[in-house]
Every structure is written in structure tokens, then in C-alpha cells.
């Protein structure tokens, strides 16, 4: 399974490779000073894909955990060991 994981890694990467050398245009864009820039299609598009997911990965990663109260670390393990109680069986009737 790990082989066919891989061949369609690869096989995508190949098909993003293709794509990406075939819409190499120079597409201008305005910058906030004004100025105008050209940057290469694919990399304008990966750039923009970067700019929405680093946010996004921080909060899952970092923020959230720290807001429901979870560490980002395991606790240490202490020598006591916890027990749990359990309810007796319930009898029909």
C-alpha cells in the first residue's frame, strides 16, 4: 500500500510540475505603495496558498490547544498509578 501511496505522490507532484512550467506567465500586480510588480503565476499562487494556510496551521497548532485548556506537551508521568472506579453491573429486574 505504501508503494501506490507513494507512485500517486509522485505522480501528483509530476501533473503540479507540468501545470505549473505550463502557466509560467508573468502576471502584474499592484503593490500597497503603488508600485506595480510581476511575478510568476505559479509562484504569485503559492505564495497566496502560504499566506492563508501558515495562519490557519498556527492556530490549530499552537492557539487553540492553549484555549481548551490543553498542554503542548504531555504532562510528565507520575510513579502513582490513577484507578478508575467502576459502577457494579446492573441486574434485570
Do not use: H, Q, Y
Not at 24 to 30: A, L, R, S, Y
Not at 60 to 76: D, N, Q, W
Not at 79 to 84: F, I, L, W
Request: proline share 12%; charged share 15%; no cysteine.
Amino acid at each position: 500500500m505504501a508503494i501506490i501511496r507513494w507512485a500517486l505522490l509522485a505522480l501528483m507532484g509530476f501533473a503540479f510540475l507540468l501545470l505549473a512550467v505550463s502557466n509560467w506567465t508573468f502576471v502584474p500586480f499592484i503593490l500597497p505603495d503603488g508600485g506595480v510588480a510581476r511575478a510568476p503565476l505559479p509562484l504569485l499562487l503559492a505564495g497566496a496558498f502560504l499566506a492563508g494556510m501558515i495562519p490557519t496551521w498556527g492556530w490549530m497548532a499552537f492557539v487553540r490547544p492553549l484555549l481548551e485548556g490543553r498542554r503542548l506537551r504531555p504532562p510528565a508521568r507520575s510513579d502513582r498509578a490513577e484507578v478508575a472506579e467502576v459502577a457494579p453491573p446492573l441486574t434485570p429486574g
